[in-house]
């Protein structure tokens, strides 16, 4: 049975998966009692204990997403993570399944564009039981036959029904666009050739490649005590070798370039309305312009108040919906606009969105419109982070880019200083050249 998945949850799954920086206000902080550890084997640990909330969280996480799927094989590492708790040596999928319920331990598996990783939650005296499946899945998984087939055809399903919506459908295609030959032209998920020519032997060997020592950053958040855990990580992960064979090969880290000029593709089909939207390169995650850009993109077309429902569908009348999107990766980024119109006013929907932009360079904003908005998401941030699972998913993202988590509170200090010359200074550089996708009858 194919899945749709909308607009709303897309956008939703990658702002919530992606890399975001943690913005807070100054009575909190996720950096706080934070300890950073290396193993034996360079492995690094960050660990923040958190009493008020009895709950262990852990983050496994390895440097290795989707970007450095083999050439041939996009959808490589997604596999991996989707097979991950389909059995082991010692365990079945249903004995994996049926411990964790046992245990009340919530085990999740992930893969992104520039990451993946094994994310656990449970309660504090259940934390030993539930890392010893987790330890089993990293040892000893054995990516059964007829469970591998199974997942694959799962996974072929998800793609295609990506490409059913035709709202996704823009979204994908907007991306394969934008970024030409580089890997993140690709969803998580790969492609359908990529899935469909993955075997089960390679997918077995990448795995091993994933979760070699070096790849990996662990953080732990929550209920619990450094000194007990730091020997069981030591003794576990901190005695984990490995080697890999070289095959397949990942993908060595390409450049990215813009090109210098607007670029738009049509697809027909037979749909009521248009779809329109328009993208454009951004600062990445790391980037000390990236809050600069957030307070650009709340403006621009982040909730009922925007600038692009206001003026073009409020005020004018002419889109039955618009917004952008502000697409953070670890590398090169991208913000999206969208608009749906009926066929006729496409070209003047196009018009108006560019000169929305414009403004943002030639105008920039207030600095009561800045801290209005840093304020927003200010509170927006804090509520998304306040989790133990969530801080710890943001140290280890901090450590494994090699930032360190204290970055997380230099993050801050980028929003406390942006000011209307920032803004017009951004806007210029970043909104010359457009990539758009127009879906139309």
Request: glycine fraction near 6%; charge should be negative.
């Amino acid at each position: 049975m194919k899945k749709r998945i909308s607009l709303a949850l897309v956008l939703v799954l990658l702002a919530a998966l992606s890399a975001v920086p943690v913005l807070a206000e100054d009575t909190f902080s996720i950096t706080q009692d934070v300890q950073r550890v290396t193993l034996s084997n360079g492995i690094t640990v960050v660990l923040k204990e958190n009493p008020a909330f009895d709950i262990v969280a852990m983050v496994i996480m390895s440097d290795v997403g989707s970007v450095q799927d083999p050439f041939g094989l996009e959808g490589l590492t997604y596999l991996v993570q989707r097979n991950l708790i389909s059995g082991t040596e010692n365990r079945t999928s249903l004995d994996i399944i049926t411990e964790l319920e046992s245990l009340g331990t919530q085990l999740q598996t992930t893969s992104l564009q520039d990451y993946s990783s094994i994310m656990l939650q449970c309660q504090p005296d259940n934390f030993l039981a539930s890392f010893d499946i987790v330890l089993d899945l990293l040892n000893n998984s054995t990516f059964p036959e007829a469970e591998f087939e199974r997942e694959r055809a799962l996974s072929l399903a998800v793609i295609q029904s990506l490409y059913d919506d035709p709202v996704n459908a823009m979204f994908l295609t907007q991306w394969e666009l934008f970024y030409g030959d580089h890997p993140y032209r690709y969803s998580p998920y790969g492609s359908w050739e990529g899935v469909s020519a993955a075997q089960r032997e390679q997918v077995k060997d990448w795995q091993k490649y994933m979760y070699l020592p070096q790849h990996l950053t662990v953080a732990v958040v929550g209920n619990f005590n450094s000194e007990e855990l730091l020997p069981v990580l030591e003794g576990t992960l901190g005695s984990r070798q490995g080697e890999y064979s070289g095959s397949p090969a990942p993908k060595e880290a390409m450049p990215f370039v813009y090109p210098p000029e607007d670029r738009e593709m049509t697809i027909n089909l037979p749909t009521g309305a248009a779809f329109l939207m328009l993208g454009y390169p951004a600062p990445d995650t790391f980037n000390p312009d990236n809050a600069v850009m957030a307070v650009i993109n709340s403006v621009l077309g982040d909730g009922l108040s925007s600038r692009l429902l206001v003026e073009i569908r409020d005020k004018l009348g002419l889109v039955y919906e618009a917004g952008s999107y502000y697409d953070e990766r670890l590398g090169p980024s991208n913000i999206l606009t969208y608009a749906i119109t009926h066929p006729d006013n496409v070209d003047l929907v196009r018009e108006k969105i560019t000169e929305q932009l414009q403004l943002f360079a030639s105008e920039g904003l207030t600095s009561e419109e800045i801290a209005g908005v840093a304020a927003k998401l200010r509170g927006n941030h804090l509520l998304n982070n306040e989790t133990n699972i969530s801080q710890a998913l943001l140290l280890a993202t901090a450590e494994m880019t090699g930032r360190g988590y204290e970055w997380i509170d230099e993050y801050l200090a980028f929003f406390d200083h942006i000011t209307p010359e920032d803004i017009k200074r951004v806007a210029s550089e970043y909104f010359q050249n457009y990539t758009g996708i127009l879906i139309t009858p």
